[in-house]
T-cell receptor, first 112, second 111 residues
Framework: DAGVTQSPTHLIKTRGQHVTLRCSPISGHKSVSWYQQVLGQGPQFIFQYYEKEERGRGNFPDRFSARQFPNYSSELNVNALLLGDSALYLC???????????FGQGTRLTVV | RKEVEQDPGPFNVPEGATVAFNCTYS??????FFWYRQDCRKEPKLLMSVYSSGNEDGRFTAQLNRASQYISLLIRDSKLSDSATYLC????????????FGKGTSLLVTP
C-alpha cells in the first residue's frame, strides 16, 4: 500500500506569489492534517480535516487555507508568500481521528 | 511558555551508551503523549506512545509523570542507527486531535 504522498517534493517561489501543495492520504484514511516545520523547530499544526470538514485550525494567518476533497485528498494554499513561509510542509493522515498519524515526506518550500 | 519543551541537545554518545531525553508540557489536561523520530530531511515517524504506567519497546522505555507534566525517553545500548532527532509530542484537550510538537532533541551516536 502506498503511504501518504505529497506533491511537489520541492518548490521555489518568489515573495508575494501563491502556492498550492497537495496531499493524498493512505487509502481508507479520512483525516488529513497539515503541519509547517521551519528549520530547527518541531512541526507546527496548521489545519485538520476529517470527512471533508475542517476540524481544527492552528495559529496561522488567513493567508493559509486548505480543503479536503471527496476522495479525501487535500490541498494547502498559501497566498502572498513571505520569506518566513520557507519551511517543510508535512501532511499526515489517519483512518479515524484518534489513531496513529502517518506523515508524508513533505514539500520543501523555499521563498526567495 | 511553549506548550512542549525539550532540551535541543545535541547529545553525542558512544555506541552502547544509555541516553535519556526529557520533555515537559504546559497543559495539565493533555490527553495523549508520544515520541516521534525524525531522520535528517525526512518525515517524523511514530516511535512509541507514552502511557501513565510507563512502557517499553525493546531498547526504548518511555515514562509519563502527569503530576510533574514530564515525559521521558530512555534509549539503552545505543546503536549508530539511533542517530536522529527525537520529538516529544502532546495532544492537548479540545484540539481536534492536532498534535503539539517540541523542538526535538538531536542525538548522534558515534562509533
Amino acid at each position: 500500500d502506498a503511504g501518504v504522498t505529497q506533491s511537489p517534493t520541492h518548490l521555489i517561489k518568489t515573495r508575494g506569489q501563491h502556492v498550492t501543495l497537495r496531499c493524498s492520504p493512505i487509502s481508507g484514511h479520512k483525516s488529513v492534517s497539515w503541519y509547517q516545520q521551519v528549520l530547527g523547530q518541531g512541526p507546527q499544526f496548521i489545519f485538520q480535516y476529517y470527512e471533508k470538514e475542517e476540524r481544527g485550525r492552528g495559529n496561522f494567518p488567513d493567508r493559509f487555507s486548505a480543503r479536503q476533497f471527496p476522495n479525501y485528498s487535500s490541498e494547502l494554499n498559501v497566498n502572498a508568500l513571505l520569506l518566513g513561509d520557507s519551511a517543510l510542509y508535512l501532511c499526515a493522515s489517519r483512518d479515524r481521528l484518534n489513531t496513529e498519524a502517518f506523515f508524508g515526506q513533505g514539500t520543501r518550500l523555499t521563498v526567495v | 511558555r511553549k506548550e512542549v519543551e525539550q532540551d535541543p541537545g545535541p547529545f553525542n554518545v558512544p555506541e552502547g551508551a544509555t541516553v535519556a531525553f526529557n520533555c515537559t508540557y504546559s497543559n495539565s489536561a493533555s490527553q495523549s503523549f508520544f515520541w516521534y523520530r525524525q531522520d535528517c530531511r525526512k518525515e517524523p515517524k511514530l516511535l512509541m506512545s507514552v502511557y501513565s504506567s510507563g512502557n517499553e519497546d525493546g531498547r526504548f522505555t518511555a515514562q509519563l509523570n502527569r503530576a510533574s507534566q514530564y515525559i521521558s525517553l530512555l534509549i539503552r545500548d545505543s546503536k549508530l542507527s539511533d542517530s536522529a532527532t527525537y520529538l516529544c509530542v502532546v495532544r492537548p484537550p479540545n484540539s481536534g486531535y492536532a498534535l503539539n510538537f517540541g523542538k526535538g532533541t538531536s542525538l548522534l551516536v558515534t562509533p
